[in-house]
């Protein structure tokens, strides 16, 4: 079983930055690929981004292609995600996965474990 925990999540104006932190509870995190997805209200949960358990690939959605960056240290059980420019239709909860199997990683169902969720809001 693991354990995530997303902290970083808050209120900040449009053109703003945020980084959202993810920090897992399992002696094993280097054996997972790690995502972020999110959901806004009234709409399903997207994926965002995805790192291998090596760090070596990632992969982003369209929408945040340029302006959000996944990183993880495996030596803190913790994955980031770096958001820059940020703009009002990046609100939503952001929730942090990890994938026992699947390298790129970007359907929900390709995910084993999942936090809870840390609310992210961009006024304009």
């Known amino acids: 079983q693991v354990q995530l925990v997303e902290s970083g999540g808050g209120l900040v104006q449009a053109g703003g930055s945020l980084r959202l932190s993810c920090v897992a509870s399992?002696?094993?995190?280097?054996?997972?690929?790690m995502g972020w997805f999110r959901q806004a209200p009234g709409k399903d949960r997207e994926f965002v981004a995805t790192?291998?358990?090596?760090?070596?690939?990632?992969n982003y959605a369209d929408s945040v292609k340029g302006r959000f960056t996944i990183s993880r240290a495996n030596a803190k059980n913790t994955v980031y995600l770096q958001m820059n420019s940020l703009k009002p239709e990046d609100t939503a909860v952001y929730y942090c996965?990890?994938?026992?199997?699947?390298?790129?990683?970007?359907?929900?169902?390709?995910?084993?474990?999942w936090g809870q969720g840390t609310q992210v809001t961009v006024s304009s």
């Open positions: 790192i291998s358990w090596m760090g070596d690939l990632t």
């Open positions: 399992t002696r094993t995190f280097s054996d997972y690929h």
């Open positions: 996965a990890a994938a026992g199997k699947y390298r790129n990683a970007v359907l929900i169902t390709q995910y084993d474990y």
